[in-house]
């Protein structure tokens, strides 16, 4: 099967990858760094301040990662399409 036919049959998930070990450590230095500082929270309010804030966090990393993705997929169309045009 071509990529094409498995991104087609949805074998493939272009937002799925491989996070690198640097990308593994500092996600779990963050999540420890982010119980320990909940711990200390005392009201609710603030509890609910800082799951804001993580929510919005989500959300801007989530958009980021799809730019991202974006410009890279249309950066790889354009170098394909120049040694495509060049060949000829």
Do not use: H, W
Request: aromatic fraction near 10%.
């Amino acid at each position: 099967m071509t990529t094409l036919e498995d991104f087609y049959f949805g074998n493939v998930n272009p937002s799925e990858y491989n996070q690198s070990k640097g990308v593994k450590k500092k996600l779990s230095e963050m999540l420890k760094l982010l119980n320990e500082f909940r711990l200390i929270l005392t009201t609710e309010q603030q509890k609910e301040k800082l799951e804001q804030i993580e929510n919005c966090q989500l959300s801007l990393i989530a958009l980021s990662e799809k730019d991202a993705y974006i410009e890279g997929f249309k950066l790889g169309v354009k170098i394909a399409t120049e040694i495509y045009t060049e060949s000829q």
